[in-house]
């Protein structure tokens, strides 16, 4: 059956040999990147193990907050440019990221600030 | 990837129907928006992880509980755990190719890259039995063996909720490979049937990528915070 009410969006995507070429480039590129980034939460996972006790407090506490960054560094690569979000209108993207700059946030907030408040003696998890 | 995108449409006309806001076509923003809302459960669970973990007086350290690596006996810290991100990355990148495929028209080449995508899924989901069976089989390294083993109310590695929220969360996240592996099965068969090019436009595996790469997305989150913090 011919639809005339459909504008076909995915029509305005599609590209040529050559524009595909670059496009593979940037894949290529992205893919090496979030590789290295896992490697070496890895390597840094068991160099500096939290149960390795030669590794104080003060890194580890510095290690996890490397590790939530390059986490939301590979996050975001693989939303902008996999998922292809960095390439649609801002309208879109800022439907997308906005829902979880306000509420994931806020969540994370108030979930650690509780959990610091009701652990040790107040609620110890018994096993 | 030029086309709708940077084609300048006046403000104007955006709103005055015909035309979606997004300049997207309606199954690709309803899959965005299945996505957000799916991204809250993830992030609800991922959230209820850290809760415990600030609350718990003790928590176990991850790569002295994923130390095993399938017919090899020794202690590989994570190695496996890596192996599995690391499946899961490239199969993402063999489903992006298969979407840029898509966009140039290639039929063979979309296939290629889906069958591709489709192997990765399945080892994926494979490691994900085998990692499951060993965390169940506790220490001993035995299923058979029922003292040791990792249950919901009880599990030798720490407390409760550790296996518990292990459970969830890869077991969650291992649903979502399944069926984004059956989602993927059909777009290929769809694929080989010729459908997407009697419509002119492979965007339906645009759709399924979508999907996958949100799988991959939810376990990079996964890997960071259940496996190395």
Same mark, same amino acid.
């Given at each position: 059956m011919e639809r005339d009410d459909i504008i076909e969006y995915s029509l305005g995507a599609q590209h040529s040999e050559e524009e595909g070429k670059k496009i593979r480039k940037n894949i290529f590129k992205v893919t090496i990147l979030l590789s290295v980034i896992t490697a070496v939460e890895v390597l840094v996972g068991?160099? #500096?193990?939290?149960?390795?006790?030669?590794v104080s407090a003060g890194t580890w506490e510095a290690i996890k907050y490397g590790y939530i960054?390059?986490?939301l560094v590979k996050a975001g690569y693989i939303v902008m440019e996999f998922m292809h979000l960095g390439h649609e209108r801002k309208s879109m993207k800022l439907t997308v990221l906005v829902p979880y700059i #306000? #509420?994931?946030?806020?969540?994370i907030f108030i979930a650690i600030n509780e959990a610091v408040a009701v652990?040790?003696?107040n609620f110890p998890i018994n096993y | 990837?030029?086309? =709708?995108?940077s084609k300048a449409i006046p403000a104007k006309e955006l709103w005055e129907g015909g035309r979606s806001p997004f300049s997207m076509s309606y199954g690709k923003m309803m899959m965005w928006f299945f996505l957000i809302s799916d991204a809250? @459960?993830?992030?609800?669970?991922?959230?209820?992880?850290?809760?415990?973990?600030? @609350?718990?007086? =003790?928590w176990p350290v991850s790569d002295q509980v994923f130390f095993h690596i399938p017919f090899v006996h020794g202690n590989f810290p994570l190695a496996y755990v890596a192996f599995m991100t690391f499946v899961l990355i490239v199969s993402s990148v063999t489903m992006v190719l298969a979407v840029e495929a898509g966009h140039r028209n290639d039929k063979a080449g979309v296939t290629k890259w889906m069958i591709a995508t489709i192997i990765g899924g399945f080892i994926f989901l494979g490691s994900q039995v085998w990692e499951w069976s060993t965390f169940i089989a506790g220490t001993d390294g035995l299923i058979s063996t029922w003292g040791d083993n990792a249950t919901? @109310?009880?599990?030798?590695y720490g407390p409760p909720q550790y296996a518990q929220f292990f459970y969830c969360v890869t077991g969650f996240h291992g649903f979502h490979v399944f069926s984004g592996v059956i989602i993927n099965i059909v777009i290929l068969i769809n694929v080989l049937q010729g459908t997407y090019e009697k419509r002119g436009h492979y965007e339906m595996v645009e759709k399924g990528g979508l999907y996958w790469h949100f799988v991959d997305l939810v376990w990079v989150f996964?890997? @960071?915070?259940?496996?190395?913090l």
């Open positions: 068991i160099l #500096f193990s939290k149960s390795n006790p030669d960054i390059l986490t #306000f #509420f994931i946030l806020y969540l652990s040790g003696e | 990837m030029a086309g =709708e995108v809250l @459960t993830f992030g609800a669970f991922l959230v209820a992880l850290g809760w415990f973990r600030y @609350t718990a007086v =003790e919901i @109310t009880s599990n030798p996964v890997f @960071t915070f259940y496996y190395l």
